[in-house]
């Protein structure tokens, strides 16, 4: 079993900048990705940035193109979403998920990741 653990989360105005924290614990493995989704109020889970084990591979959603970058540190089992230039339309939770099979053509599919986070809320101001 993995456990994730979000951070970072807050309110920030329109233009500036947060960064998330996402941890894990629990069983860890050598492969497959991580990555972050996010749900605003009434909408579905979309995704955001997902980033391979290695840290050598990443992606993103195109509203976020430009603005988020994903990165992670083995050492501390913690991946990171820096998140520039937000916008009021980036208000969500943000949820880390992880699986350890995933293939780098499912990334996007939230029904693909097995393990998942609680969340952390970010709230971004006009």
């Known amino acids: 079993q993995v456990q994730l653990v979000e951070s970072g989360g807050g309110l920030v105005q329109a233009g500036g900048s947060l960064r998330l924290s996402c941890t894990a614990s629990?069983?860890?493995?050598?492969?497959?990705?991580m990555g972050w989704f996010r749900q605003a109020l009434g909408k579905e889970r979309e995704f955001v940035a997902a980033i391979s084990r290695s840290g050598g591979n990443t992606a993103y959603a195109d509203s976020v193109k430009g603005r988020f970058t994903v990165s992670r540190d083995n050492a501390k089992i913690t991946v990171y979403l820096e998140m520039n230039s937000l916008k009021p339309e980036d208000t969500a939770v943000y949820y880390c998920a992880a699986d350890p099979w995933l293939a780098r053509g499912k990334v996007a599919d939230k029904d693909e990741y097995t393990f998942w986070g609680q969340g952390t809320q970010v709230t971004v101001s006009s």
């Open positions: 629990g069983r860890t493995f050598s492969s497959g990705y």
